[in-house]
């Protein structure tokens, strides 16, 4: 009778289990470029924050975006346009990003 070798064994060792995650809310990134090109937004900067200056819209709009999260976060900056934008009812079938609801 001959004799078995020793079993193999396979294992993953050394590799960490990632934590299911499916329902925590996830930190907002707003591009803030794009959101700068809508003229929405481009009129919520100008009358929050008057474009006094010779830029243009759309770069007085992306400074002013870039400031507001600096200071509030992207997602509480958004929030703020977004608000804006319901409240101003000028796009009733718009979302503040410009897309047909």
């Given at each position: 009778m001959s004799q078995k070798p020793p079993p193999i064994k396979v294992s993953a060792e050394g590799i960490e289990a990632?934590?299911?995650t499916m329902n925590d809310p996830q930190p907002k990134q707003v591009?803030?470029?794009r959101v700068a090109q809508l003229p929405p937004f481009q009129m919520f900067?100008?009358?929050s924050?008057?474009?006094r200056s010779d830029k243009?819209?759309?770069t007085f709009a992306f400074e002013f975006a870039v400031?507001?999260?600096?200071k509030h976060g992207d997602e509480a900056a958004f929030e703020v346009y977004a608000a804006w934008h319901?409240?101003?009812?000028c796009w009733p079938n718009e979302t503040p990003m410009g897309e047909p609801k």
């Amino acid at each position: 009778m001959s004799q078995k070798p020793p079993p193999i064994k396979v294992s993953a060792e050394g590799i960490e289990a990632k934590p299911v995650t499916m329902n925590d809310p996830q930190p907002k990134q707003v591009n803030w470029r794009r959101v700068a090109q809508l003229p929405p937004f481009q009129m919520f900067a100008q009358e929050s924050a008057s474009n006094r200056s010779d830029k243009d819209a759309e770069t007085f709009a992306f400074e002013f975006a870039v400031h507001q999260a600096n200071k509030h976060g992207d997602e509480a900056a958004f929030e703020v346009y977004a608000a804006w934008h319901e409240k101003k009812g000028c796009w009733p079938n718009e979302t503040p990003m410009g897309e047909p609801k």
